[in-house]
């Protein structure tokens, strides 16, 4: 068995419905794998089913979805519900895009620990998600 | 601490009483101990996007070292090659059409705020889909649920469309429709509604977008294979110029490679390549190059770098020129001068501090009109990063353009920048590497094989990335983003918002109208398409008798994926 911290942390960035701008979820997905990461991206125009699926056959430890359409406030909530539903939530869910501020209180309270709105800066992210899986794997440790 | 000078000028025969000399004399003599005792606050000066390096001065000397012409390279308005412009006067006689992006909600809510723009002043309205439309689905169909009305138009029948045009068409000189892989159904319920209307479809330009090789490059609103995408394409180019002469059907909107970041050397290359394979399909069509060329219009977007805007829509215009006529052999003018639409980029714009994108947004504008606007102008809308479009935008947004036209003075002159040293030089520059780059893409194959391949989809990537890390490394200031950011900054602009209410009528009126129209009539014509589609006959008339009997846009693209299949490209294929 390998040491925990040896792993690379696994995310898949997804797009979900019919919001097929990419250039976002591009950046982000060099910048990620730039960092170390280890990236799966699923396409364009995916339901939250597939995406749900995916999460859980990748064995992924955080799921980023881009949205730059109006429909978050309906098909993330509908992600975060799934993954949980299905045994799944755990994972760290994050999101980017074009995404009112107001609408945040909603995405916090559906699971979304954080959501990265237009312009925020790829290190950033990066930093974020190194915090994350550094504490992640500390409570891994200490429960072993 | 100094760094060595640039050297000005590095002809050696370059001496005194020579400009080249005069000129080397001044950077050493004047300049250099400047710069010695006032460091330049860059480590380097280059153009936004093509990183092309940006000298102190430019002079005379940098016009003969790119073998500038003034006949040959520039000639007057409205004559090849049409740098200084296609129209012969300029903006002195005909201000460019100014209009606005519009589109939500259902087809009377379109309908308002379509009437609001038209009272603004504005003369052409821009028909924006939603997504499901615009990728093939109805309104109820489960996997588009929480999209419908809220990026544009929600068009699933006639219907919506008969409600979409209650407006005063006698105001509008020009409508343009977005909606490219589902062309043939949005073109047939265009034409069906205003029948049903009774306007006439001779009274203004209906203009359709139709631009399906730019959805596989970069946009991703596929929904068939490119092979059969250009096909259908050509089936409306072909359908408009034998039944409606004086409406546009065909765009290239390079301003859609240019948020995905093309540098202006790859988004005139890359247009002209998707141009010429819509040209290539539709001459096999039986048309001549005379009477297809002028069909072609260019919806061209211009970023913050003022110069690298203005040189690259002079450079297009010449580049289409001598495209027309060098591997064409067009004659007569007006295949020769190439129809564009000009607009002030989006992805210039930021979330932060959202006032500030007026300024930018005037400065884009302007920069357009120095450029040559073209036949139309759009703006986007200060409040765009944030949501869709609301009111007090629009209004600011109209205004703008009447500010850059007629209180600036820069329409009042015909292409008032040209003789610039740095203008000129940097025209030719771009003109240069834009005419290799299409030569590499046609010797791949042209532009069909390019997508194909995935080479347009990973030269984009390649620039999305590198461009943001230019921005985060600091190489490229931002205000707000990078640039006097604001802690903690409270956003403080109205928002407008479609609400959950509508999506759930407008999947109530579908269902509706399936349970009360004539389905077997219905499933017959839907048929009639599936069998135009495997036979290779014309797609819109079967699909005109369709829409008349209410088949649903879903219904007619799920008859066109039954003979064609859909495109699912890998990653290599989208360049993420």
Known sequence: MSEPSARRLRVLLAKLGMD???????????????????????????????????AIQEDVDVVGVSSLSAGHTRSLPKLARLLREQGAGEKLLIAGGVIPEEDLPLLQEAGFARVFTMGTDTRQIVDYLRGWWSERLAADVARE | MSRPVDRIQPAPEASQGTLAGEAQRWNDATRAPYVAAHPERRAAFVTQALKWPIKPLYTPVDLEAVGFDYLKDLGF?????????????????????????????????????????????????????????????????????GEVGRAGLALDSLEDLERAFDLPFERLKYLMSVCNAPQPVNLAMIIAALEKKGIDPRQFVLHIVNGILIEYTCVGRYIFPPVHGLRIATDCIEYIIRNHPNWAPISIISAQLQPARANPVQE??????????????????????????????????????????????????????????????AARPAALKIRMMTSPTTIALTLQQPLNNIGRLAIMATACALGGAGENMTTPLHDEAHALPAEEAIRVGAALQHIVAHETGVADTIDPLAGSYYVEALTKQIETAAMAEIDRVMQMGGALRAIETGYFQRALGREQYERNRDLEEGRRKWVGVNHLVLPGEKRQIEIFRADNRMEEEQVARVRALRSRRDNVAVAAALEAVREAARQGSNLVPPCLAAVKLYATHGELCDAMRDVFGVHTPDSQLTGV
Not at chain 2, 280 to 294: H, K, Q
Request: charged share 20%.
């Open chain 2, 77 to 145: 308005p409205g004559e090849y090659p049409y740098t200084r412009g296609t129209q012969p006067n300029g903006h002195r006689s005909n201000l460019w059409t100014m209009s606005q992006v519009t589109g939500f909600g259902k087809g009377e809510d379109w309908a308002k705020r379509a009437r609001y723009m038209l009272e603004q002043g504005l003369q052409g309205l821009i028909l924006e889909h939603d997504l499901p439309t615009t990728n093939g689905y109805d309104s109820d169909n489960p996997l588009v649920e």
């Open chain 2, 268 to 329: 005139i290359a890359f247009s002209m390549a998707i141009a010429m394979a819509y040209i290539d399909a539709t001459l096999e069509r039986g048309f001549d190059i005379d009477t297809v060329a002028p069909y072609f219009h260019f919806v061209i977007n211009v970023d913050m770098d003022f110069f690298e805007g203005i040189c690259k829509l002079r450079a297009y215009r010449k580049i289409w020129a001598r495209l027309m006529k060098e591997r064409y052999g």
């Open chain 1, 20 to 54: 097929t701008h990419t250039v976002g979820i591009t950046v982000v997905a060099h910048a990620l794998r730039e960092a170390g990461m280890e990236v799966i991206f699923t396409g364009l125009k995916q339901t939250p089913e597939a995406v749900a699926k995916a």
